[in-house]
């Protein structure tokens, strides 16, 4: 109802190739600007070099302002895409390269530009980002490829993988099996934090040598070498695709989790995909156990040499896992674990870790946990029969997070009672908002569960119960926002950003009375006609003083264009008094000595059987009553509201 797209600034990227200046790509950063916006200024990245603008100036530094007249203003520059790493370990490649421009074709990473606005009005103004290639290739959300592309599309268990291979690349493997394994583990990993799209990109391996055999970028995106396959245990495309799946933060203490459980489940996922068997597994696994590895402590980065948290962290989360479902029954496993850190509200630290490896098993696992991540100790390799007896039987794959479906957020309170449509649920100050979030169970094992609700990064509320196989709990949760501001909200590991605005203005357009003239002191309703002329809801304050008391004190909630009129009854002696408030015309009561008693404020004849010429005077003066005064008080909100991205 309130995300209104046509009145929000839309914001678009278009990526060029520059090839008279290798290592760099142009930027055309585009602006659609409806009306009611006051202000407008990017801030563009350190180290571009501006090359035209059109409706901007520089005002300071890398910022530039919009001339406020020029409705699609842009800024256009080049930048350097070029970035490289040496990095050591099973995702490490003998090249240099992470992002590149090979000058018939670049692939990289989106730039980070800033902008802030203003708006007149009390509806606001949002942004609306975009981005887009002149000329053959593909945006994702955090990666870009220009050349020429073909793109493959799978949907399965909520998520849509999107695989786009270059002309330039020679994939080792057909589009359909990667598509095909993508899918299978994104049922096989229920861990929260999944993505709504994919951004697989395959490098080309043609012209470039690569320093890695895989990258993953923000949420979504992630790039795999062309000539990486998938029938092994060192499986780069599940290894990525695992980081996609990672919704936590860590401290220095806890980061080996990152690579180690990317690690351990691309070669975990493989075999349970028949892509590899228990000796490819066996042999990612004993890595973890060389002499190089024997110094390492994974919870002191310090320490790490040969890719410690890749190798010895794989090994460390393979054993965790195991020994969790020994000591559960194999009714739970590590992904618990890995729930839990998705879910966990604010940086992931070791004690979190084992914690909640303690609470998922016990605490001698946790024991364990402690003594191979935390010292310089390393677990001993099982036989394939013990992996058989650990691993034999499926648990529990429990997922808590936010339901799929139009009912998953509602609004209720003083403007409104409805679903809400969108990713980013809108709201305004004052009302609540309803959370239905959803427990499932995809494994083969009953087990307890655990649902948090989080409001900014505290758990607010907790629904606990016991999930059977093939199960789907449902869960609501509320909470009422007072103030405006961008909100996170989260159940398990899905969380999503709500916004919170202000109301509009509302004010008092008309005052009217039951009667006007009284031939004798007596009672006389006031009413007050509330109007919010704006498209969201407003409200106000409607207090209306008396000679004894307010007649009126109510605070007034209305929806987009609603009038609404309040009432409040007020005894007066003889005088004359004048009722104001807000935009409406005064209104004036005569009680006594000037006229007739009417009840509908015409001159018509006294009730009573009053004459209408009783005179007198106001105990407030003679002849003339008490001003009353209405104040409307409306929440604050300025004409010239304010946003920062």
Same mark, same amino acid.
């Given at each position: 109802? %309130?995300?209104?797209?046509?009145?929000?600034?839309?914001?678009?990227?278009?990526?060029?190739?520059?090839?008279?200046?290798?290592?760099?790509?142009?930027?055309?950063?585009?602006?659609?600007?409806?009306?009611?916006?006051?202000?407008?200024?990017?801030?563009?990245?350190?180290?571009?070099?501006? $090359?035209?603008?059109?409706?901007?100036?520089?005002?300071?530094?890398?910022?530039?302002?919009?001339?406020?007249?020029?409705?699609?203003?842009?800024?256009?520059?080049?930048?350097?895409?070029?970035?490289?790493?040496?990095?050591?370990? =099973?995702?490490?490649?003998? #090249?240099?390269?992470?992002?590149?421009?090979?000058?018939?074709?670049?692939?990289?990473?989106?730039?980070?530009?800033?902008?802030?606005?203003?708006?007149?009005?009390?509806?606001?103004?949002?942004?609306?980002?975009?981005?887009?290639?002149?000329?053959?290739?593909?945006?994702?959300?955090?990666?870009?490829?220009?050349?020429?592309?073909?793109?493959?599309?799978?949907?399965?268990?909520?998520?849509? %993988?999107?695989?786009?291979?270059?002309?330039?690349?020679?994939?080792?493997?057909?589009?359909?099996?990667?598509?095909? +394994?993508?899918?299978?583990? *994104?049922?096989?990993?229920?861990?929260?934090?999944?993505?709504?799209?994919?951004?697989? %990109?395959?490098?080309?391996?043609?012209?470039?040598?690569?320093?890695?055999?895989?990258?993953?970028?923000?949420?979504?995106?992630?790039?795999?070498?062309?000539?990486?396959?998938? *029938?092994?245990?060192?499986?780069?495309?599940?290894?990525?695709?695992?980081?996609?799946?990672?919704?936590?933060?860590?401290?220095?203490?806890?980061?080996?989790?990152?690579?180690?459980?990317?690690?351990?489940?691309?070669?975990?996922?493989?075999?349970?995909?028949?892509?590899?068997?228990?000796?490819?597994?066996?042999?990612?696994?004993?890595?973890?156990?060389?002499?190089?590895?024997?110094?390492?402590?994974?919870?002191?980065? +310090?320490?790490?040499?040969?890719?410690?948290?890749?190798?010895? #962290? *794989?090994?460390?989360?393979?054993? !965790?896992?195991?020994?969790?479902?020994?000591?559960?029954?194999? $009714?739970?496993?590590?992904?618990?674990?890995?729930?839990?850190?998705?879910?966990?509200?604010?940086?992931?630290?070791?004690?979190?870790?084992?914690?909640?490896?303690?609470?998922?098993?016990?605490?001698?696992?946790?024991?364990?946990?402690?003594?191979?991540?935390?010292?310089?100790?390393?677990?001993?390799?099982?036989?394939?029969?013990?992996?058989?007896?650990?691993?034999? +039987?499926?648990?529990?794959?429990?997922?808590?997070?936010?339901?799929?479906?139009?009912?998953?957020?509602?609004?209720?309170? =003083?403007?409104?009672? &409805?679903?809400?449509?969108? +990713?980013?649920?809108?709201?305004?100050?004052?009302?609540?908002?309803?959370?239905? #979030?959803?427990?499932?169970?995809?494994?083969?094992?009953?087990?307890?569960?655990?649902?948090?609700?989080?409001?900014?990064?505290?758990?607010?509320?907790?629904?606990?119960?016991?999930?059977?196989?093939?199960?789907?709990?449902?869960?609501?949760?509320?909470?009422?926002? &007072?103030?405006?501001?961008?909100?996170?909200?989260?159940?398990?590991?899905?969380? !999503?950003?709500?916004?919170?605005?202000?109301?509009?203005?509302?004010?008092?357009?008309?005052?009217?009375?039951?009667?006007?003239?009284?031939?004798a002191p007596g009672a006389v309703e006031v009413a007050a006609t509330v109007s919010n002329p704006n498209d969201v809801p407003?409200?106000?304050?409607?207090?209306?003083?008396?000679?004894?008391?307010?007649?009126?004190?109510?605070?007034?909630?209305?929806?987009?264009?609603?009038?609404?009129?309040?009432?409040?009854?007020?005894?007066?002696?003889?005088?004359?008094? &004048?009722?104001?408030?807000?935009?409406?015309?005064?209104?004036?009561?005569?009680?006594?000595?000037?006229?007739?008693?009417?009840?509908?404020?015409?001159?018509?004849?006294?009730?009573?059987?009053?004459?209408?010429?009783?005179?007198?005077?106001?105990?407030?003066?003679?002849?003339?009553?008490?001003?009353? $005064?209405?104040?409307?008080?409306?929440?604050?909100?300025?004409?010239?509201?304010?946003?920062?991205?």
């Open positions: 109802m %309130f995300e209104r797209a046509s009145d929000n600034i839309t914001a678009t990227q278009e990526f060029r190739l520059t090839p008279d200046e290798r290592g760099r790509i142009t930027v055309v950063q585009r602006y659609a600007v409806p009306d009611r916006v006051a202000s407008l200024k990017p801030q563009l990245p350190r180290d571009v070099t501006v $090359t035209g603008t059109t409706g901007f100036s520089r005002a300071e530094g890398t910022t530039y302002e919009w001339d406020g007249n020029t409705s699609a203003p842009q800024i256009t520059f080049t930048m350097r895409v070029n970035e490289t790493r040496d990095l050591a370990g =099973p995702e490490g490649a003998r #090249g240099e390269y992470l992002f590149v421009d090979a000058g018939e074709w670049a692939l990289f990473r989106q730039p980070s530009l800033g902008t802030s606005w203003s708006w007149h009005g009390a509806e606001p103004v949002g942004i609306t980002r975009q981005a887009t290639t002149d000329g053959p290739g593909y945006a994702g959300d955090w990666m870009v490829y220009l050349g020429e592309v073909r793109t493959h599309e799978r949907s399965a268990h909520g998520q849509r %993988f999107e695989l786009v291979v270059p002309k330039r690349a020679s994939l080792a493997e057909s589009p359909a099996a990667v598509l095909d +394994s993508m899918a299978a583990a *994104s049922d096989q990993l229920r861990v929260g934090d999944r993505d709504d799209v994919i951004h697989a %990109f395959a490098a080309p391996t043609t012209s470039v040598r690569w320093g890695v055999r895989g990258l993953q970028l923000g949420d979504r995106d992630m790039w795999v070498r062309d000539v990486e396959t998938l *029938s092994t245990a060192e499986n780069t495309w599940l290894h990525e695709y695992v980081h996609t799946r990672q919704d936590y933060n860590t401290d220095a203490a806890a980061e080996w989790t990152t690579e180690a459980f990317a690690t351990y489940y691309a070669a975990h996922l493989a075999m349970e995909q028949d892509l590899t068997d228990y000796d490819g597994l066996r042999e990612v696994l004993r890595r973890g156990t060389t002499q190089s590895q024997s110094d390492a402590v994974l919870t002191d980065p +310090s320490t790490w040499a040969d890719a410690a948290n890749y190798l010895k #962290g *794989s090994l460390v989360a393979a054993d !965790v896992d195991r020994r969790i479902r020994l000591a559960t029954d194999r $009714t739970r496993s590590l992904q618990a674990v890995f729930s839990r850190l998705n879910a966990h509200q604010g940086p992931v630290d070791e004690r979190t870790v084992f914690e909640s490896v303690g609470t998922v098993a016990d605490a001698d696992v946790r024991r364990a946990a402690v003594t191979y991540a935390g010292t310089e100790r390393t677990p001993t390799l099982w036989s394939e029969s013990d992996h058989a007896e650990a691993f034999g +039987s499926a648990p529990a794959r429990v997922e808590v997070g936010l339901a799929d479906g139009p009912d998953t957020f509602a609004v209720g309170g =003083p403007f409104r009672n &409805e679903s809400l449509d969108g +990713s980013t649920p809108t709201l305004f100050a004052g009302e609540t908002l309803t959370v239905v #979030g959803t427990v499932t169970n995809a494994g083969e094992a009953a087990t307890e569960y655990e649902a948090g609700f989080a409001v900014d990064g505290r758990v607010v509320a907790t629904e606990s119960g016991t999930v059977q196989p093939g199960e789907r709990v449902t869960h609501r949760f509320e909470r009422t926002f &007072e103030r405006a501001g961008e909100r996170t909200v989260a159940v398990g590991g899905d969380e !999503v950003t709500v916004e919170v605005h202000e109301p509009g203005r509302a004010s008092v357009t008309a005052l009217s009375a039951n009667r006007t003239e009284l031939a407003g409200r106000t304050s409607v207090r209306l003083g008396g000679p004894d008391g307010p007649v009126i004190d109510r605070r007034v909630a209305l929806g987009a264009g609603e009038n609404r009129t309040v009432s409040g009854v007020v005894r007066l002696g003889e005088g004359r008094y &004048e009722f104001t408030i807000g935009d409406a015309d005064p209104l004036t009561v005569t009680v006594g000595g000037t006229g007739s008693e009417s009840g509908d404020g015409s001159d018509g004849g006294s009730q009573d059987g009053g004459d209408g010429q009783d005179g007198g005077s106001s105990g407030f003066g003679p002849g003339f009553g008490p001003v009353a $005064t209405l104040v409307g008080a409306v929440a604050a909100l300025a004409l010239l509201a304010r946003r920062r991205a």
